[in-house]
């Protein structure tokens, strides 16, 4: 009850969670500058609704895969059996604009892969139930 005042309450005055969220991490949680990264990363999929990119690094670290030519294709196949495609996932371009955001916004300088590359976006729920599936 008291969650959903606050939300209301924050909602009402027009502050952005997003700046909330990262004022209160900076300030009282802590939280370095790669965190605050992570929290633009992470944000609008968790919270509104909207698309992250599956990275290389993402599903190798969190999602278990081994690394390898494979990796990607593997995790596509994946997405493809277990999720629903346009619903929980996309394949996209590298024109994307979250494929440009994410390797232009990047602190690591990392080149965005080859033509031949897949890239697939997933929603906040799906990154949630993939998560979950690994046990991480």
């Not at 969650?3 to 209301?8: D, K, P, S, T």
């Not at 004022?23 to 509104?48: H, R, S």
């Not at 346009?86 to 080859?114: C, L, M, W």
Request: with cysteine; hydrophobic share 35%.
């Amino acid at each position: 009850m008291e969650a959903e005042l606050i939300e209301r309450n924050i909602y009402r005055s027009g502050v952005e969670t997003l700046k909330l969220a990262k004022y209160i991490a900076e300030n009282y949680c802590e939280f370095d500058e790669k965190e605050l990264n992570m929290m633009d990363i992470f944000w609008d999929a968790a919270f509104n609704k909207s698309w992250l990119y599956a990275s290389n690094e993402m599903v190798e670290n969190m999602f278990g895969y081994k690394a390898g030519k494979n990796m990607m294709s593997d995790f596509g196949e994946k997405l493809k059996n277990e999720f629903e495609e346009d619903v929980d996932y996309q394949i996209v371009t590298k024109n994307n604009e979250i494929i440009q955001k994410f390797y232009s916004g990047n602190f690591r300088n990392r080149k965005i892969p080859g033509n031949r590359a897949k890239y697939y976006i997933i929603t906040g729920e799906t990154f949630k139930s993939i998560l979950q599936s690994t046990n991480t």
